[in-house]
């Protein structure tokens, strides 16, 4: 048997052939980095190469760091291993890494979704050998409705608020989530006011890509300013001081881990969107059709009943862990 | 899941309840179902919401196989759903495929009806009958339908919040609708106008009236003013419960407002003895050879369908009377607790009868009494001091101010973390049920034995970080049940302790619960069986 070409240590997703990383999560010499978010894009590294669209992510969180990108498709080769980076539709200038060496081709999706979000390039299903995926939605209970369907949830959310004189308030991740929903929400009901770490991404992003307009939330706003608009503040901000001063607000949360009630019941928020930048179910099951893989590798999440169930049928399906899954959870709950 | 408009009224109801964090939001939502339902669907919400249950017609394991075949997985994938989801009925939900359309709005009573009718089809037409439902229900209404076929209908409305909006809605007091919504009345028959809007005198020849609950005392005895305008009185440790008297009949309910007469039969030989229209409220305790005994000791009268004599005569049981709330077929409970208890007495003195006894009310001289009494509680098997004040009169459900009770700090000991599940509700997907061990000597081996489980006690925070170490940690899974590392010491605070031949440790403990997690100490530092058994009060 082969050796792998991509194996999981202590540091990383290791290739011991290319003498490089994947997504770190402690300081390594030279990291490809799928994405911006925190558990994923670590300080510390000597070297990080990422798509274009993320460079002023990575260096919006981790400052000047020594980076170089590649655009989606463009092969490169380290050491005679050829890699290239495909769009994986989490959030904006999220890939998938494709590595390849001697005919054995190898996916590492990151985080990815499949539909269409408006804003982040959609995924691409490339095919390949093993498939690395995570499946942190990998239960049969999640199921995405059509995006389309949530925002208009979101908008009648936001007129019933705003006729009945309070402020909309949705928690939703900095990165990500809160673009996914400026981008799609109706702005004839009325403002989208944001939270300053929000607006500090929202502005990173407008530098290379469009966006409709935003009202960072200052010390200067006042309270005829949010009633009948709509607020995007990081879940962290929920019981702090600085929400409070919105009253009169209703709360409400856009993640996946809204599909369970007891979740939104144990935030003590009103009302719980399903919108998630992660694969659903029947998402994910596709997708490794998709891919034509016969090894998948799951990590963070369910991974392992859903690599029992996919050994069930057919597949070769191995666990890994990574540390994201704890950020992981963490990222959606605080 | 489709949140369309065209729903059942009570599917309706429940999302909106849902939908909102705010208990004046859940009142509004009920207020508008008690305005606009039918009669017989507001009569099933107010049963739904006191824990009146329809019986269940299909096994849960039969739903859960045509649940898993909908939803084409494999069943052991459904459980590990269901286990992480926290909830049958909603998993059954989540799973099942969305359906385009719903079939035209049932109503709740027609539901419940069809569901009844289902006992009577054989095993390939409740199927075909359920996979139909499934098909047709949009989330909410399938999430109701399979609540209600399931049972245990615990959605985030207190009874409550369901009496309040009804009072708001019919102008009826509070108090006055949950004495009449007390004790057994059937929802397929009584209609709204008799259960709510003018009920006759006879549909309250059987029921108890609402218990009045005390809270837990919050502040200094002597912030409480006065001393010589309160009483006290030990909070016996047995099952809080009405002897009533009526037209020649005796009935004991439960403070569950369940009928618990057959169980004790030598009360409602006692019962027989009072006169008519006589009410008292009381404690189950179990007694023998002049003493009170423990919890442990009554737990051996529970349960069973029929009392045999050597039961009775191994377990006897008394009832210790607090309080008088009917004499002479009077409602006397807005005279005050001193007019009450003065009545409680003679007629116990009358009755002369062993079965029946006071629990004795003592005057106060100065608060420091209080703290003596109650540093010797746990001595007579009590679990506290119950303070009431003198001018007291009998209220409804839970009330600041006039009754405090003040419990004996609980026993507590130093356990290791062994088991864990993922708890169900709000803590959905989150290792919060756990199991703890002590330590005890095998032939000079030291092995950690399960000795409680406990699920409260905890911050959120905190439950966060011990599902992480969970995760971290996990040795082996038993289906939903993980052994985890033996590393974590709580201290495990409960209410009594009692040699126990059930308990493969030897002894079991009352009402456990977690009081806090001792970080400083390690897995070697916990306590022992032993010194779990010094405990125990005999």
Not at chain 2, 115 to 130: C, G, S
């Amino acid at each position: 048997m082969k050796s792998p070409l991509l194996i999981f240590n202590q540091n990383g997703i290791y290739c011991p052939i290319a003498n490089v990383y994947i997504d770190a999560w402690k300081p390594v010499d030279k990291v490809i980095i799928s994405h911006g978010h925190a558990d994923h894009s670590k300080y510390g590294h000597k070297f990080y190469l990422t798509h274009p669209n993320n460079v002023p992510i990575v260096k919006h969180r981790l400052g000047n760091v020594n980076i170089e990108s590649k655009k989606w498709g463009e092969k490169f080769l380290i050491n005679g291993v050829q890699f290239s980076l495909h769009p994986a539709g989490h959030v904006i200038g999220s890939s998938q890494v494709r590595v390849e060496y001697k005919g054995d081709v190898w996916v590492y999706s990151g985080d990815y979704k499949r539909e269409d979000d408006g804003i982040s390039t959609p995924f691409e299903p490339l095919k390949c050998n093993t498939f690395i995926t995570e499946c942190t939605f990998g239960l049969p209970a999640f199921n995405w409705e059509k995006q389309d369907v949530v925002m208009n949830n979101i908008n009648d959310f936001w007129k019933e608020c705003k006729s009945n004189g309070q402020t909309a308030v949705v928690f939703a991740y900095s990165l990500g989530k809160a673009q996914r929903l400026i981008a799609n929400l109706d702005l004839e009901i009325g403002d989208i006011l944001t939270h300053g770490a929000v607006e500090n991404l929202n502005e990173v992003i407008r530098t290379f890509k469009n966006l409709p307009k935003t009202h960072r939330i200052t010390r200067e706003t006042k309270k005829e300013d949010l009633i009948g608009n709509l607020v995007i503040a990081p879940p962290s901000t929920h019981g702090s001081s600085w929400i409070k001063k919105m009253v009169p607000y209703v709360t409400s949360s856009a993640s996946g881990w809204m599909t369970f009630r007891g979740a939104r019941r144990r935030r003590a928020i009103d009302r719980g969107f399903v919108l998630s930048d992660h694969v659903d179910w029947k998402d994910l099951l596709r997708t490794i059709k998709d891919t034509g893989a016969k090894n998948i590798v799951c990590t963070h999440g369910y991974k392992d009943i859903f690599s029992k169930y996919l050994n069930e049928n057919g597949f070769n399906a191995f666990i890994e862990n990574t540390p994201f899954e704890e950020n992981e959870i963490i990222k959606e709950n605080d | 899941m489709k949140l369309s408009k065209k729903m059942i009224d009570f599917a309706n109801l429940v999302e909106e309840i849902d939908n909102t964090n705010k208990t004046n939001q859940k009142v509004i939502a009920l207020e508008n179902f008690f305005k606009n339902a039918s009669d017989e669907d507001k009569v099933w919400a107010i049963a739904l919401f006191s824990s009146r249950k329809p019986k269940g017609v299909i096994k849960t394991s039969t739903l859960k196989v045509y649940a898993a075949e909908m939803a084409q997985i494999p069943l052991w994938l459904f459980e590990e759903s269901y286990h992480i989801v926290g909830d049958l009925a909603e998993t059954i939900a989540l799973v099942v495929p969305e359906s385009e359309n719903d079939i035209s709005p049932l109503n709740l009573t027609m539901l419940i009806s069809e569901l009844k009718q289902l006992k009577e089809f054989d095993e390939i037409e409740q199927k075909k009958y359920l996979i139909n439902k499934w098909n047709h229900l949009n989330y909410y209404s399938k999430f109701l339908f399979n609540k209600l076929i399931t049972g245990g209908f615990r959605i985030g409305v207190s009874q409550k919040l369901m009496t309040k909006a009804l009072a708001n809605v019919t102008g009826i007091d509070q108090d006055i609708i949950a004495y009449q919504i007390m004790g057994d009345w059937n929802p397929e028959t009584v209609t709204f106008q008799q259960l709510i809007l003018s009920p006759s005198k006879e549909d309250f020849i059987f029921k108890p009236y609402p218990f009045y609950l005390a809270n837990s005392i919050d502040k200094e005895l002597d912030e409480l003013g006065d001393c010589s305008n309160w009483a006290y009185e030990n909070k016996w440790d047995g099952i809080r419960a009405q002897l009533i008297k009526r037209n020649n009949e005796v009935m004991i309910w439960s403070r569950g407002e369940e009928l618990i007469s057959n169980q004790f039969p030598e009360l409602i030989k006692m019962g027989d003895l009072l006169d008519n229209g006589t009410v008292i409220d009381g404690e189950i305790l179990p007694f023998k050879d002049g003493k009170i005994k423990s919890f442990n000791d009554l737990q051996k009268r529970l349960g069973r369908k029929n009392v045999g004599k050597t039961t009775l005569k191994n377990n006897p049981v008394i009832l210790k009377a607090y309080d008088l709330l009917e004499y002479d077929n009077l409602d006397i409970r807005d005279q005050n607790y001193f007019q009450r208890r003065k009545g409680l007495e003679l007629i116990i003195k009358n009755l002369n009868n062993n079965n029946l006894q006071i629990s004795e009310s003592y005057k106060i001289n100065n608060w420091s009494e209080v703290k003596i009494a109650h540093s010797i509680a746990r001595k007579n098997n009590s679990e506290g001091l119950m303070l009431k004040n003198k001018l007291s009169i009998y209220r409804v459900g839970r009330k600041r101010g006039d009754w405090w009770k003040w419990k004996v700090d609980p026993l507590t000991i130093d356990a290791v973390l062994t088991y864990a599940m993922r708890g169900h509700g709000r803590r959905a997907n989150l290792f919060t049920d756990y199991t703890f061990g002590l330590w005890i000597d095998y032939n000079g081996n030291r092995e950690l034995v399960t000795f409680a489980k406990a699920y409260t006690g905890l911050t959120d925070k905190e439950f966060k970080e011990v599902d992480n170490f969970i995760k971290k940690n996990t040795i082996e899974r038993f289906g939903p049940v993980r052994s985890v590392k033996p590393e974590l010491v709580f201290e495990i605070a409960f209410e009594g302790v009692a040699n126990s031949s059930r308990h493969k440790s030897g002894v079991a403990v009352r009402f456990p619960r977690i009081l806090r997690w001792r970080k400083d100490k390690n897995s070697n530092q916990a306590n022992t069986i032993e010194n779990l058994k010094s405990l125990i009060n005999e």
